[in-house]
């Protein structure tokens, strides 16, 4: 339904577009208050389209759902206390700066409907699990649900809940791990065993974890990973569908040290 608009006494339309976000023509119209406590003053609408009106309403809810995001991270996440500050802008790269910069691909590229793997392998203390953590954070920014895990906590707290004769517990951190767009495994090999139950447990679980976006990381080299025929096989599952980095080198606590000039 067309309007006709009166262009000589209480209205005027001073502009006219196609709105990029409906395509539908939308006039800038100012008018005159014909009455109330404002009556005589001019001031400016809009017709054809809610766009703004939307746009606001669509980035609040946005906004609210970063918060929720962040809250599934922050409450399901197994993540020790040192690590939970970390982000992109506080990791000091020094030799790792390829490391650093295909962490930040990884964010960009992220596709949920395109599962890719990454496996950060290297010595003690040289900021793998800082990138994994900044990773884990920037997807949560960007919308996606995801978990750290210290896989030896992880572990423990599936186990305890045997101990408690609560088997609803496991279900709960399993069915927590199945549904996220990603998991991030840290430390794996660090369980202080490397056959029975908990390797049978973590098999498990990164199987579950199948064609889903996961991050590993590892103290282990690729021999000490064939100590068992059971942490072999979880190894040959971590390599399904991953890139590789290697994190060989300083300890970054040495590093800084070194950087303090100290
Ligand atoms: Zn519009």
């Known amino acids: 339904m067309k309007k006709i608009i009166n262009t000589t006494t209480d209205s005027e339309i ?10 539908n ?6 008018m005159k208050m014909l009455f109330g406590p ?28 970063k918060a929720r995001l962040m809250k599934i991270f922050e ?13 992109f802008d506080n990791f000091i790269p020094g030799e790792f700066s390829q490391s650093f910069e295909k962490a930040k691909k990884y964010v960009c590229d992220f596709d949920i409907k395109n599962p890719k793997n990454l496996l950060f392998q290297g010595s003690f203390g040289t900021g793998k699990s800082h990138l994994s953590v900044s990773i884990a954070k920037a997807l949560t920014a960007k919308g996606y649900t995801t978990i750290f895990i210290s896989t030896p906590k992880l572990l423990t707290k599936i186990r305890n809940t ?7 517990g496991e279900e709960k951190i399993i069915n927590s791990l199945a549904m996220v767009d990603l998991v991030v495994f840290d430390d794996i090999g660090a369980e202080g065993e490397t056959s029975g139950w908990v ?27 064939e100590i068992t025929k059971d942490m072999g096989r979880i190894f040959s599952r971590m390599l399904i569908n991953t890139d590789l980095i290697k994190m060989n080198g300083t300890d970054f606590r040495k590093r800084q040290f070194v950087k303090g000039g100290a």
């Open 14 to 23: 001073i502009e006219e577009y196609v709105c990029n976000g409906c395509g």
């Open 25 to 30: 023509k939308v006039q800038v119209i100012k």
């Open 38 to 65: 404002q009556k005589g003053q001019w001031f400016e609408t809009k017709k054809g389209c809610d766009c703004e009106v939307l746009g606001i309403i669509k980035t609040q809810q946005q906004e609210a759902k």
């Open 75 to 87: 409450e399901n996440s197994l993540i020790n206390p040192s690590l939970r500050e970390a982000t």
């Open 162 to 168: 045997y101990n408690k004769n609560s088997e609803h």
């Open 199 to 225: 390797m049978q447990k973590l098999f498990e679980i990164i199987d579950l974890r199948a064609g889903k976006h996961n991050i590993y990381t590892t103290n282990l080299s690729s021999s000490e990973f």
